[in-house]
């Protein structure tokens, strides 16, 4: 009898439920012996050109999913006051706040936001972050948004 680690070619076949989980979706293990299909993870970057201005940014999400992390780092330091971005979901609903500290704030600084609520994002939305424009000089920051599939 052949293994079936020993498989080759036409005798492999498809991992279990693939004629039924839906095009673009991947295998997710779930570290126990198992796991489900869900859209590949995504990762959503944009600029901000000056935090100094408060304002509000509307991202597209292309995909359902959650809001895994959102992450921004700063292309120099900030004066002023320190910059809070709230993110929302579509419908208003906080997921929380990022707040990037302006005392001994420099380039290459990152700040976190895992949020603990409303992360639940659909296909074809956005996500809207607002900012408080704390910052009393132009600085860039990139803002990063990771969604995992459902």
């Known amino acids: 009898m052949t293994l079936h680690s020993s498989l080759t070619g036409s005798e492999c076949h498809e991992p279990k439920g693939a004629n039924t989980s839906g095009a ?69 609903n906080s997921m929380g706040t990022l707040t990037i500290t302006q005392s001994g704030s420099a380039a290459g600084d990152t700040d976190t936001l895992v949020p603990a609520s409303n992360q639940d994002v659909t296909g074809s939305d956005y996500v809207k972050i607002s900012c408080n424009g704390g910052a009393t000089a132009h600085v860039d920051t990139t803002i990063v948004v990771c969604v995992e599939g459902t």
């Open 24 to 92: 673009g979706r991947v295998y997710v293990a779930d570290g126990s012996g198992s796991g489900s299909w869900k859209f590949r993870p995504y990762t959503l970057v944009l600029n901000i050109d000056d935090i100094a201005s408060s304002g509000d940014i509307y991202i597209p999400i292309p995909y359902a999913g959650n809001v895994a992390k959102v992450q921004t780092t700063l292309s120099g330091a900030i004066a002023g006051s320190d910059v809070i971005f709230t993110v929302y979901d579509s419908s208003n």
